[in-house]
């Protein structure tokens, strides 16, 4: 427990950079039979934010939790009867390239976000015009909230080469939440002792 001049650490996004010195190149194969190993591999590297450079080459921004994460995958590859390396390496050249290819990979993220913003902010739209105030479906939009903001949160985490698509997300978000904040106080007005 911190004492009283100790506060508690405060997690957040990493600082985007536009200087990569080093990325980490996992090079693997996996069986091609049965199928879901591989695309067990490629959700694992996407799920990462994985770019791949060459079918099987894959690359990050060399980083603690990203190298910690790569040597795990590596294992569970190996484990796989597959192979695996993962080196880190500096860009001699085409790193430009890279580092974009990187920040389009979060900006199609970001705009699968902001696409999905809009849905949400059509079903509340939805439940105003059917006037369908309850607190079941308060609890669903509550839910459908909280899954946008845990997968924005995971891509600001892996974008640390500062996309441009992130405001537009973050913006979303807000627009989304604010909504969601008066679909609730229609609710409670609507029923008042939560019957």
Not at 42 to 53: C, D, E, F, Q, T
């Amino acid at each position: 427990m911190p004492g009283p001049d100790e506060r508690p650490v405060e997690v957040t996004d990493p600082e985007p950079t536009t200087d990569v010195g080093e990325w980490l190149v996992l090079v693997y194969k996996v069986p091609s039979e049965p199928t879901r190993l591989r695309a067990a591999v490629w959700r694992r590297l996407k799920g990462l934010g994985a770019i791949y450079l060459q079918n099987s080459v894959a690359t990050l921004p060399a980083g603690t939790a990203a190298e910690r994460s790569l040597r795990k995958l590596r294992h569970e590859i190996l484990e796989m009867a597959g192979s695996a390396v993962l080196f880190r390496s500096p860009m001699i050249a085409g790193g430009a390239d890279v580092a974009a290819a990187f920040r389009t990979a979060r900006d199609d993220e970001y705009e699968e976000i902001v696409d999905k913003c809009h849905d949400f902010l059509a079903g509340i739209d939805k439940e105003f015009a059917a006037a369908h105030f309850s607190f079941a479906e308060l609890e669903e939009n509550e839910v459908d909230h909280t899954k946008l903001a845990t997968w924005l949160a995971k891509v600001r985490a892996r974008d640390i080469l500062g996309s441009s698509g992130r405001q537009a997300a973050d913006d979303a978000l807000v627009a989304c939440e604010r909504a969601l904040e008066g679909y609730a106080a229609r609710v409670y007005a609507e029923d008042p002792a939560g019957q």
